[in-house]
């Protein structure tokens, strides 16, 4: 379907059609979007990491990229029920592929903190992550978090990249 509607643009844009095609690219942007979500839910359902085994992969990539790495609370997470481990893995990945891919950062910490109603991450690196906001920062944490009426703020755009995820614990 995509590149019949892909080939149909091109068509439109070749007859100087704009107007239609612009239509039909943003019928495209919202299918794969919406492919883009079914495909993490799906992925979420097949995996159900606990954080543990996610921490182990994500400490082994940092340290293979040459990144120092501290975390504290661990406890505070492995705490958490199965389900909800599982998402904050994913999140956490996220994060992780984040720094890879955008920054060169040679130092990153994670602390994890709760209260009685949410699970708290806190994230900081050492570089410059973000010029300024447009809405559209980290994007896919912010759709693994609606599900959890979680939440993501950037604390700080400039040295340090401190990032905070809110996530409400339902027991």
Same mark, same amino acid.
């Given at each position: 379907?995509?590149?019949?509607?892909?080939?149909? #643009?091109?068509?439109?844009?070749?007859?100087?059609? +704009? @107007? &239609? =095609?612009?239509?039909?690219?943003?019928?495209?942007? *919202?299918?794969?979007?919406?492919?883009?979500?079914?495909?993490?839910?799906?992925?979420?359902?097949?995996?159900?990491?606990?954080?543990?085994?996610?921490?182990?992969?994500?400490?082994?990539?940092?340290?293979?990229?040459? #990144?120092?790495?501290?975390?504290?609370?661990?406890? +505070? @997470? &492995? =705490?958490?029920?199965?389900?909800?481990?599982?998402? *904050?893995?994913?999140?956490?990945?996220?994060?992780?592929?984040?720094?890879?891919?955008?920054?060169?950062?040679?130092?990153?910490?994670?602390?994890?903190?709760?209260?009685?109603?949410?699970?708290?991450?806190?994230?900081?690196?050492?570089?410059?992550?973000?010029?300024?906001?447009?809405?559209?920062?980290?994007?896919?944490?912010?759709?693994?978090?609606?599900?959890?009426?979680?939440?993501?703020?950037?604390?700080?755009?400039?040295?340090?990249?401190?990032?905070?995820?809110?996530?409400?614990?339902?027991?």
């Amino acid at each position: 379907m995509l590149t019949i509607k892909a080939d149909l #643009v091109q068509t439109l844009l070749g007859r100087g059609e +704009v @107007v &239609k =095609a612009q239509e039909e690219v943003a019928d495209l942007q *919202t299918i794969t979007k919406h492919a883009m979500q079914n495909v993490r839910q799906i992925v979420g359902s097949l995996k159900d990491h606990q954080i543990a085994q996610e921490l182990v992969v994500i400490r082994k990539m940092l340290e293979l990229a040459g #990144v120092d790495f501290h975390i504290e609370g661990e406890s +505070v @997470v &492995k =705490a958490l029920p199965t389900d909800l481990q599982s998402k *904050t893995a994913m999140i956490l990945r996220e994060l992780v592929n984040n720094l890879m891919k955008h920054s060169q950062a040679k130092k990153c910490s994670l602390r994890f903190n709760r209260d009685q109603n949410h699970v708290y991450l806190f994230y900081h690196d050492d570089v410059l992550g973000f010029s300024d906001l447009d809405g559209q920062e980290l994007h896919s944490i912010k759709e693994r978090l609606i599900p959890l009426q979680g939440q993501v703020r950037i604390t700080s755009l400039s040295k340090p990249t401190e990032i905070i995820v809110s996530i409400p614990i339902k027991e």
